[in-house]
């Protein structure tokens, strides 16, 4: 479905004149945002899942003054990074050991000073981290989820989230947004913000159920 007619299905909705082509497009793209960085799981103690086709492949040159570098941000030849570093593999090709907390990371490598070459690395704050710290910069190739791409021309359809859901997500979620502004003021929610709040919990828990199960992160407690 592409841009144009999911702002038409908005619009059709909606029926007011004071939410904009404009506004509905930034809204459109807020919620493929939203969607692509995890909400609260249908499922348990999950955040949602990254989306299979946000899956990309970049590189990373370590510092040899630091045990850090960014990730990717899509200023330079790499998508930028969204969330969860999956593989970490040397220059040479060697998988990298990807710890399994920030937390378990510093517990090994308190002082971040270790030289040498690299065994060990997570992503924390946006950060690359690793140890030891190689004497020559070295090129890492890293596998993450990127930021989806926002829509911009109406032929311009939705980036990561499946064809069959992009009305159920996308629609129902702007829908839903904008009636709680509309309906804003009420002591219960409106009668409108929960009619399309339900349906898009009820398109995120097909989502879930249409994504491996092997790609949803548990929720840190």
Known sequence: ?????????VTLIIQDSSF???NIITRLNEAQLEIAGGMPSNL??????PLPELLTIGKVDTATDAAYVAMPDGTGVYADFQR???FVASSDGVEIDLADSFRSFVETYPLLDKSGQITECCEFGNKFYYQGIPTTSEEVTIHYYRFPTDMVDDTDEPDGIPKHLHRALLVNHVCWKIYELIEDGTEEAGANTKKYLDLFLAAMYKLELFIPYENRPFISM
């Open 1 to 9: 479905m592409d841009l144009k007619t999911l702002v038409d299905e």
């Open 20 to 22: 904009t082509e404009a």
């Open 44 to 49: 348990g103690s999950w955040i949602t899942p």
């Open 84 to 86: 969860d570093l999956q």
